[in-house]
């Protein structure tokens, strides 16, 4: 599926997540929530390396789409 969302990043419910990890600190205002964010991008980057490899290795036609949709988690970013 290469439509929507997916047409734009590979995993666009990791990106959702990030943003409202983000988002939480900032409508807060603390220091310690923004602090136990920065723990999460490493988590969410280590389980997307995961997922990709499952996925190349038992999705037919997983690696074309990864040629047409280049960005894993952040348009034009990553």
Do not use: C, N
Request: net charge positive; aromatic share 14%; glycine share 6%.
């Amino acid at each position: 599926m290469d439509s929507g969302l997916y047409g734009i990043v590979r995993h666009p419910m990791y990106s959702a997540t990030l943003l409202l990890f983000l988002s939480l600190p900032l409508i807060l205002g603390s220091l310690p929530a923004f602090a136990l964010f920065l723990l999460y991008p490493p988590i969410i980057a280590g389980r997307i390396r995961d997922e990709e490899a499952l996925l190349a290795a038992e999705l037919p036609g997983y690696a074309e789409y990864r040629q047409r949709v280049r960005y894993k988690l952040i348009p034009y970013i990553w």
